[in-house]
């Protein structure tokens, strides 16, 4: 897709991967809209973007079932969606708080279900559009610490590749961004969180070298060149494709068994 002059939504952009995504985006030429709770940090980022913003809470079901409907009376159509919100844990899971619980399973998965589910019709109607989910290398491989946050990015991941199926020759792709640690505000709490799940994974994992840390700007940057060559996955670093691998062989094998199969597009009017 050449994104010069297409309308691109990003959520959780008020900082970190969200923002450097709305600047990568800015700079191939696209108008951007970026969300998240913070005004004050949005509407930086929209200033240096010359572009616009929606204050939205994606834990509150208000805000996210009227979400897409605000982003097309400002936008007109939408070409490019980036499901980018989400927040983490640190704690076992048996220690966790049921409201920290919610919070976690709502942001990173409900909210990408019901916004994708929203935008969706949008982009079949239009017979394009291309919709980018933040899922994580925690999605493919387990972490102490981090099990709801490794469930709900698991279920991103297996979701998304579902839906790849169902919408297979409509002219919507989508892209499943799965990086490792990155150098942000969420990684930086996971790094000096001395809690006994977080501390214990964190120093045996860095002393095997198997958390090499990304900026930013390597997951913008790969997230974009995506959208530009239709990939289906970003994964970085390249050394976790392994992992990658192995967790997507079934969906890959369940993928072949259907080759010729068409389902109908009941979503069509008529």
């Known amino acids: 897709m050449d994104l010069n002059g297409k309308n691109v939504v990003i959520t959780g952009a008020s900082a970190g991967i969200g923002a450097t995504m709305a600047r990568a985006f800015a700079e191939q030429g696209a108008r951007v809209l970026v969300a998240a709770r913070s005004r004050e940090k949005l509407q930086a980022v929209a200033d240096r973007i010359v572009g616009d913003y929606v204050v939205a809470d994606f834990t509150d079901p208000g805000d996210v079932d009227g979400f897409v409907d605000t982003c097309l009376d400002k936008l007109g159509h939408i070409d490019v969606f980036v499901n ?3 927040v983490e844990g640190s704690t076992s ?3 966790t708080p049921r409201d920290d619980l919610r919070e976690i399973a709502r942001l990173n998965y409900e909210a990408t279900l019901l916004l994708t589910r929203d935008v969706l019709p949008h982009m079949l109607e239009r017979g394009s559009g291309h919709i980018v989910q933040m899922s994580s290398v925690a999605g493919a491989i387990p972490f102490p610490g981090l099990a709801a946050y490794a469930g709900t990015k698991a279920a991103v991941t297996n979701f998304t590749e579902t839906l790849r199926l169902e919408i297979r020759g409509t002219g919507v792709d989508l892209t499943v961004v799965s990086p490792g640690p990155v150098e942000t505000e969420m990684w ?3 790094e000096n969180d001395d809690r006994p799940f977080a501390a214990v994974g964190l120093k045996r994992f860095k002393r095997l070298g198997f958390l090499p840390k990304l900026s930013p700007e390597q997951v913008a940057d790969a997230t974009v060149d995506a959208v530009l060559q239709e990939k289906r996955f ?3 670093p390249k050394r976790y494709n392994g992992y990658h691998l192995l967790s997507n062989a079934p969906r ?6 259907l080759l010729g199969t068409k389902f109908p597009h009941d979503w069509k009017k008529g």
Do not use: H, Q
């Open 93 to 95: 899971f048996a220690t």
């Open 84 to 86: 980018n919100a989400g």
């Open 234 to 236: 970003v994964r970085l």
């Open 252 to 257: 890959r094998l369940v993928e072949g068994a």
């Open 188 to 190: 930086e709490r996971l």
